[in-house]
């Protein structure tokens, strides 16, 4: 079966600071990977997704940039953290991107940037 | 995507049927219907999707209206672990197959 992981669960840095989250998929190959973002009481914003090793297309002008080094990997970078990139971060996967294909979400990182 | 329209919250008691209600007036042909389910400090869970025909899965059944312009997530006995916010998305067949959340409605379930 397959599996997603992210890490870390929880993490607090200050304003300024760089930014790594990672994301794992297991069971798959090839898989669709997406990073989603939901600021406290409002809904999720799709950041960014990947098709394919190497292959990032961003959904919204940020302070942010992802990365896939390998296939089942995705990466949530920031070079300098603003308080406004605090929020709960999903990392999803899909089979394909046909829309009929359901996405499966991670157990997320919560940030606190202070 | 096209947009979808829920109530923004509904109640429930434990052991009864749920009906969420959806409308998506402007629903195109190739539009999926789907639904997911967000518990409190948890990831979004797949629930269920269809394109034309109602559908039935272990975790609930969907109801689609002839012409589409409005489906019916159904929980057939609500459990305490049922509360959570569902959203209710439509994702165009020629896409990337982006999920687009809206507000969902958020259900609560009383013992």
């Known amino acids: 079966s397959q599996t997603i992981h992210q890490w870390p669960a929880t993490l607090v840095q200050p304003v300024g600071s760089p930014l790594s989250l990672e994301c794992t998929v297991e069971?798959?190959?090839?898989?669709?990977l997406y990073w989603y973002r939901q600021a406290a009481g409002r809904g999720l914003q799709l950041l960014f997704y990947?098709?394919?090793?190497?292959?990032i297309s961003s959904e919204v002008p940020q302070n942010l940039s992802a990365s896939r080094p390998q296939d089942r990997q995705f990466i949530l970078s920031s070079k300098k953290l603003l308080l406004s990139d605090s929020g709960f971060y999903l990392c999803?996967?899909?089979?394909?991107?046909?829309?009929?294909?359901?996405?499966?979400f991670g157990p997320g990182t919560r940030l606190t940037v202070t | 995507d096209a947009k979808t329209t829920q109530p923004n919250s509904m109640e429930s008691n434990e052991e009864e049927p749920v009906h969420l209600p959806c409308n998506h007036s402007?629903?195109?042909?190739?539009?999926?219907i789907h639904w997911y389910r967000q518990l409190p400090s948890q990831g979004p869970e797949y629930v269920i999707h269809?394109?034309?025909s109602n559908v039935n899965n272990r975790m609930a059944s969907l109801a689609i209206a002839e012409d589409r312009k409005s489906s019916t997530l159904i929980l057939h006995r609500a459990t305490l672990r049922d509360a959570a916010v569902y959203y209710c998305?439509?994702?165009?067949?020629?896409?990337?197959?982006?999920?687009?959340f809206g507000k969902g409605t958020k259900l609560s379930v009383k013992p």
């Open positions: 999803a996967w899909s089979a394909g991107t046909v829309s009929s294909y359901e996405q499966y």
């Open positions: 069971g798959t190959s090839n898989p669709n």
């Open positions: 990947s098709v394919g090793i190497g292959q």
């Open positions: 402007t629903i195109s042909g190739t539009d999926y």
């Open positions: 269809g394109l034309t």
């Open positions: 998305i439509l994702r165009d067949g020629g896409s990337q197959g982006n999920l687009i």
